[in-house]
């Protein structure tokens, strides 16, 4: 059987906010407006960057009341999707009509972590002596959650979470099989001045509905404090999780946990993550125990283009010891995940990969054991229902490779899953 880590499967793809409506244009003039600019104004209320270049057309042909209400019907129509530099635009376009008490109400929702110095310069010749928002202040109270719940199918459910033997003329045994699967998190912060300390529970079950017996649950439960700069942050606290394995419990780990993080240009940030936990398994014996611990450091870059797509890849290193030697490993893997949004009513498609390695430790008279390990899913999402709720189809590809001296069965398998999401909470 593999361990927690290798129970743990791709996450469920989270679903965008409803659209909002956008404003109506005033009527400047007399004569009807060519269906053209109407298509502008349409399009642009929708698309933030759109708005941005017709704002700036707008300026340089000294339309600054056009150039205002462009931007005014983008941040109106689509609030979340607003970049920082189409608001801060907005706060020049503002200085330069006079309108400086509403220009400094815009300033203060601006995303101070993501200014880009070209940006904030055009702000200032148009402002003059402003100042500069700084994020000294830890994100605000919240609470927020995802709920998911669906079936799967699996070409080959019963290898899923058990290893075989490969000798010449033996066949492998493989059964496909459909699942009832599900899985839910909260995560909540609350506020203490530049500070913050939060807490977050999750869990997932994946029951078969035939005979593979790909039956398992996790649940953890995480809390611990955190600090957030204008580009730097940290956190660090303690976790708890647990899985059960066909009905009966498998493992535990407890531990701690920490992370910092580093903001960089637009939208970018570094994240380096570290876990440190003992785990205890059930039906260890004094010859034949995983008892351990393990370790676990990865660092990832993520970022999110002007388009609202969102990206992140990243590399991580682990480490387990156990009472029997040959049980523990050093593994290392490469990970990587793409979302983007469709349309403007919430549609989205993510597809994220995983490649990881592992390499069990050496003993006498123990062959030796290595394995390559693959796993890719691609989703498309559509919101349904509103009131933030999606349903998602996915498929995915998994495989595990072994060397030829551990006479253990390669693994192949493709999957199918239709989940109903809600994401909830702000």
């Not at 109400?105 to 402002?127: S, T």
């Not at 919101?383 to 709720?389: A, L, M, R």
């Not at 996915?394 to 989940?419: I, K, P, W």
Request: proline share 3%; aromatic share 10%; glycine share 12%.
């Amino acid at each position: 059987m593999k361990g927690l880590n290798d129970l743990r499967s791709c996450c469920f793809g989270a679903i965008a906010a409803a659209l909002l409506l956008g404003g109506t244009a005033p009527a400047l003039a007399q004569q009807a407006m060519p269906n053209d600019d109407l298509d502008a104004i349409i399009d642009t209320a929708n698309d933030p960057e759109a708005a941005l270049r017709l704002a700036r057309e707008q300026s340089d042909s000294d339309d600054l009341i056009g150039a205002a209400a462009t931007l005014e019907r983008a941040l109106l129509a689509r609030p979340g999707a607003a970049t920082t530099r189409l608001r801060l635009y907005y706060v020049a376009t503002l200085c330069r009509l006079d309108d400086r008490t509403r220009a400094q109400i815009e300033l203060a929702k601006v995303d101070a972590a993501r200014i880009d110095d070209g940006d904030w310069a055009i702000a200032v010749q148009a402002c003059g002596a402003i100042d500069r928002p700084t994020a000294t202040a830890a994100a605000a109270s919240a609470l927020v959650g995802q709920i998911a719940i669906g079936f799967a199918y699996d070409t080959d459910a019963l290898g899923a979470l058990s290893v075989a033997f490969d000798f010449p003329g033996i066949t492998g045994v493989s059964d496909d099989d459909f699942s009832f699967i599900a899985a839910g998190r909260i995560d909540g912060r609350v506020a203490l001045g530049q500070s913050y300390l939060y807490g977050g529970i999750a869990g997932q079950t994946k029951n078969a509905l035939g005979n593979s017996l790909l039956d398992y649950q996790i649940g953890s439960v995480r809390a611990g404090y955190g600090r957030q700069g204008n580009r730097v942050g940290f956190s660090f606290g303690g976790v708890v999780e647990h899985a059960r394995l066909q009905g009966a419990p498998f493992v535990t780990e407890y531990g701690g946990q920490a992370e910092a993080t580093l903001a960089t240009g637009r939208t970018g940030r570094f994240a380096l993550r570290g876990e440190g936990v003992h785990q205890g398994y059930t039906g260890s014996f004094p010859f034949f125990s995983r008892d351990g611990t393990r370790y676990d450091l990865a660092l990832d870059y993520s970022a999110t283009t002007r388009n609202q797509a969102h990206w992140v890849i990243g590399a991580a290193f682990e480490d387990k010891s156990a009472d029997t030697a040959y049980l523990g490993y050093r593994g290392a893997r490469l990970y990587s995940a793409f979302r983007q949004p469709i349309g403007h009513a919430g549609s989205y498609a993510t597809v994220s990969s995983t490649i990881r390695f592992v390499d069990f430790r050496d003993a006498p008279f123990v062959t030796d054991r290595r394995e390559t390990r693959f796993f890719t899913r691609a989703a498309l999402g559509l919101p349904v229902f509103g009131n933030g709720f999606g349903l998602e189809a996915g498929v995915s590809h998994t495989r595990r490779d072994y060397n030829a001296s551990s006479f253990l069965r390669d693994y192949d398998s493709f999957g199918f899953d239709l989940q109903l999401v809600w994401n909830f909470g702000q």
